[in-house]
C-alpha cells in the first residue's frame, strides 16, 4: 500500500498550486455579464491570441462549451455529423438534443480517428426529408480512445472536404494543448484547420474551473448568448480566470511530462499477465483491460486497487482509465506499476 493517494481517474482531479491560487486571490475583477471583468476580458484576449483566433469566451465548464458551440451552429432538426464515442455524444446526458433540438449523426472512428469518406457519405444532400448537415465535429485528441491525437494529416483533408461543402469544422480541444504538446505542432497550425474550438483550463492544465470557445467574431457572439441561456454568465469570475491565465502561461510546457508517465505506465503494466494494454498512448491517458480469464471483474479490481491507495475510472465492462497530471510524479507510476503486479501476481 502507498502512503499517498494516487489518484489517476482523471486529470480534472488536479488541485490549484499555491502560486496559482496567490495569482487568483489578487485578481482584479468585476461584473462579467455587464462584460466589466478585466481578468475575464484579459483571459478572452490572451487565449484567443494563443489560438490564433479572433475572439475567445470563458465558460464555467467543457460541457458548456459544447453545448454552447452546438446551439450557435445549430437548431432544432438540425443534424451534426460528430466522430464516434466523442464527449458531446457521449456523456453530455443528450444535450445536444435536449437543449438546442439538434440530432447527431456518429461518424465511425477508431480511438477518434476517422476515415475522411466517413465524414464525406454522411453529408445530407438537398432534401425535405432529411436534416441539413451544418456542423462536422471532431474531438482532440479523443478521450475515450485513450486519448489519442487525431493527425494532422487527417485534420488537413476534413479542412478540405470543409472548404468545398461549405459544413464548418469544430474541434472539442479540451486536450488539444496535449496534442500540441505531443506532436511538437503548434496550437495556431492545429486551429487553422477548423472554424471554431473549445479547450479546457480544468483538465492537463491544472486550474480549478473553466473552459473557453475561440472563434470567429461573430461566432462568439453567438456563444456569448448561448451561454447567458444556459445559465453560464458568471459575475466576478476574475477570480477563476485568473487561475486559467496562469495555467496557460505555465502550464503548457509540463504537458510532456505527463505524456511520459503515462508512457511509462502503460510500458510497466504491458508485461503484466492479466493485462492487455491497448497500443497508441499518444498522450496523459492510458487504458488498460483486464484480460477475460483473471479472476477480477472491473469493480472489485478497482477496489483492491483503492484499497492500496490508487484510483481509476471504469470506462467500459472489462476496462479502466489512468490518467496522468501534474499531480502524478514518476514515484507514483512506479508505485502503481508495482501494485499491480502483486495484485495480479497473487491472483494468478
Ligand atoms: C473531450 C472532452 N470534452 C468535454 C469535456 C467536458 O468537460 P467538463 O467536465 O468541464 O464539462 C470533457 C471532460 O472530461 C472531455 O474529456
Given at each position: 500500500?502507498?502512503?499517498?493517494r494516487?489518484?489517476?481517474?482523471?486529470d480534472?482531479v488536479?488541485?490549484?498550486?499555491?502560486?496559482?491560487?496567490?495569482v487568483?486571490?489578487?485578481?482584479?475583477?468585476?461584473?462579467?455579464?455587464?462584460?466589466?471583468d478585466?481578468?475575464?476580458?484579459?483571459?478572452?484576449?490572451?487565449?484567443?491570441?494563443?489560438?490564433?483566433?479572433?475572439?475567445?469566451?470563458?465558460?464555467?465548464?467543457g460541457?458548456?462549451?459544447?453545448?454552447?458551440?452546438?446551439r450557435?451552429?445549430?437548431?432544432?432538426?438540425?443534424?451534426?455529423?460528430?466522430?464516434?464515442?466523442?464527449?458531446?455524444?457521449?456523456?453530455?446526458?443528450?444535450?445536444?438534443?435536449?437543449?438546442?433540438?439538434?440530432?447527431?449523426?456518429?461518424?465511425?472512428?477508431?480511438?477518434?480517428?476517422?476515415?475522411?469518406?466517413d465524414?464525406?457519405d454522411?453529408?445530407?444532400?438537398?432534401d425535405?426529408?432529411?436534416?441539413?448537415?451544418?456542423?462536422?465535429?471532431?474531438?482532440?485528441?479523443?478521450?475515450?480512445?485513450?486519448?489519442?491525437?487525431v493527425?494532422?494529416?487527417l485534420?488537413?483533408?476534413?479542412?478540405?472536404?470543409?472548404?468545398?461543402?461549405?459544413?464548418?469544422i469544430?474541434?472539442?480541444?479540451?486536450?488539444?494543448?496535449?496534442?500540441?504538446a505531443?506532436?511538437?505542432?503548434p496550437?495556431?497550425?492545429w486551429?487553422?484547420?477548423?472554424?471554431?474550438?473549445?479547450?479546457?483550463?480544468?483538465?492537463?492544465?491544472?486550474?480549478?474551473?473553466?473552459?473557453?470557445?475561440?472563434?470567429?467574431?461573430?461566432f462568439?457572439h453567438?456563444?456569448?448568448?448561448a451561454?447567458?441561456?444556459?445559465?453560464?454568465?458568471?459575475?466576478?469570475?476574475?477570480?477563476?480566470?485568473?487561475?486559467?491565465?496562469?495555467?496557460?502561461?505555465?502550464?503548457l510546457?509540463?504537458l510532456r511530462?505527463?505524456?511520459?508517465?503515462?508512457?511509462?505506465?502503460?510500458?510497466g503494466?504491458?508485461?503484466i499477465?492479466?493485462?492487455?494494454?491497448?497500443?497508441?498512448?499518444?498522450?496523459?491517458i492510458v487504458?488498460?483491460?483486464l484480460?477475460?480469464?483473471?479472476?477480477?471483474?472491473?469493480p472489485?479490481?478497482?477496489?483492491?486497487?483503492?484499497?492500496?491507495?490508487?484510483?481509476?475510472?471504469?470506462v467500459?465492462?472489462?476496462?479502466?482509465?489512468?490518467?496522468?497530471?501534474?499531480?502524478?510524479?514518476?514515484q507514483?507510476?512506479?508505485?502503481?506499476?508495482?501494485?499491480?503486479?502483486?495484485?495480479?501476481?497473487?491472483?494468478a
Open positions: 500500500m502507498t502512503t499517498r494516487i489518484d489517476l481517474r482523471s480534472t488536479t488541485q490549484p498550486t499555491d502560486a496559482m491560487r496567490q487568483m486571490a489578487g485578481a482584479p475583477v468585476g461584473d462579467d455579464v455587464m462584460n466589466e478585466p481578468t475575464v476580458i484579459e483571459l478572452e484576449r490572451y487565449t484567443a491570441e494563443l489560438m490564433g483566433k479572433d475572439a475567445a469566451v470563458f465558460v464555467p465548464s460541457t458548456m462549451a459544447n453545448q454552447a458551440a452546438v450557435s451552429y445549430a437548431g432544432p432538426g438540425d443534424e451534426i455529423l460528430a466522430v464516434d464515442q466523442c464527449h458531446l455524444f457521449f456523456y453530455e446526458a443528450g444535450s445536444a438534443a435536449g437543449l438546442s433540438g439538434v440530432q447527431i449523426f456518429p461518424v465511425p472512428a477508431v480511438q477518434g480517428i476517422f476515415k475522411i469518406e465524414f464525406r454522411r453529408i445530407r444532400p438537398e425535405l426529408h432529411f436534416p441539413v448537415t451544418r456542423l462536422f465535429w471532431v474531438e482532440n485528441t479523443h478521450n475515450r480512445g485513450g486519448g489519442r491525437i493527425p494532422f494529416e485534420m488537413k483533408q476534413l479542412k478540405k472536404l470543409s472548404d468545398r461543402t461549405g459544413i464548418p469544430h474541434v472539442d480541444g479540451a486536450r488539444l494543448p496535449n496534442a500540441s505531443a506532436t511538437g505542432i496550437l495556431p497550425r486551429t487553422a484547420l477548423c472554424d471554431s474550438l473549445s479547450i479546457c483550463l480544468s483538465k492537463g492544465l491544472g486550474a480549478p474551473v473553466g473552459s473557453l470557445i475561440v472563434g470567429s467574431e461573430t462568439i453567438k456563444c456569448r448568448r451561454r447567458k441561456a444556459f445559465g453560464g454568465g458568471m459575475r466576478q469570475a476574475g477570480i477563476i480566470a485568473a487561475g486559467g491565465l496562469y495555467a496557460l502561461k505555465n502550464n510546457q509540463r511530462d505527463d505524456h511520459r508517465r503515462a508512457s511509462r505506465l502503460a510500458e503494466l504491458k508485461s499477465p492479466g493485462l492487455h494494454i491497448p497500443p497508441d498512448v499518444d498522450t496523459n487504458m488498460i483491460d484480460d477475460d480469464d483473471t479472476h477480477f471483474d472491473v472489485s479490481f478497482q477496489d483492491l486497487l483503492q484499497k492500496q491507495g490508487v484510483l481509476m475510472f471504469a467500459g465492462p472489462r476496462r479502466l482509465r489512468a490518467v496522468t497530471h501534474l499531480g502524478i510524479d514518476d507514483d507510476i512506479a508505485a502503481t506499476i508495482s501494485i499491480f503486479k502483486t495484485l495480479l501476481t497473487r491472483a
